[in-house]
């Protein structure tokens, strides 16, 4: 993982776990790396990071979640 994707995976995990969530890092992909995400009601949120020429970049996947309303 790079630097300005490691920066990035730390900032996001220290505010997801800020609103009260569970983070533990998925795996990696190309550009990017997922993080799995559990929130109050214990649904699973997966969350792909990428950092790239066009900067930042947060991918929410799966059904609706409260994540996806803050």
């Known amino acids: 993982m790079n ?4 920066r990035y995976v730390n900032r996001m995990t220290q505010r997801i776990q800020q ?6 890092l998925g ?3 190309p550009y990017g ?3 799995l995400i559990k ?3 214990g ?3 997966i969350v792909t990071l990428y950092v790239g020429k066009k900067g930042e970049q947060a991918v929410l996947g ?3 979640s409260p994540l996806r309303r803050r």
């Open 3 to 6: 630097e300005l994707l490691a």
């Open 19 to 24: 609103l009260g969530m569970a983070v533990e």
């Open 27 to 29: 795996k990696e992909v």
């Open 33 to 35: 790396r997922q993080l």
């Open 39 to 41: 929130d109050e009601s």
């Open 43 to 45: 649904q699973m949120t």
């Open 62 to 64: 799966g059904k609706d």
